[in-house]
């Protein structure tokens, strides 16, 4: 899942193809959030924070692409079986 994705499928992002999204990560009515896909980054106006996708998996436990393929890569047989690639 990419972070537009992400954004798209819970109603901040209401144009696939924009730029700036409302910020998932306070309470925002209009866009305040520049959205970088080749980073899979989203860097806040309102909360002068760059967030990527460690913080979206630990605020929203989604796993974005740019995190999952290089723990499948390294965890390939977790991966497939379904196992937790995270330990708390």
Known sequence: MTL????????YLTNPQA?????????DRSPS??????SNTLWCFSCSKNYGPV?????FGVVLDTIAQPLVRVH????EWGEPLFYS
């Open 4 to 11: 537009r994705d992400f954004l798209t499928s819970r109603g």
């Open 19 to 27: 730029t700036k999204s409302r910020c998932p990560f306070h309470n």
């Open 33 to 38: 959030a520049m959205i970088h896909d080749d």
């Open 55 to 59: 913080d979206f998996y630990n605020s």
């Open 76 to 79: 390939p047989l977790a991966y």
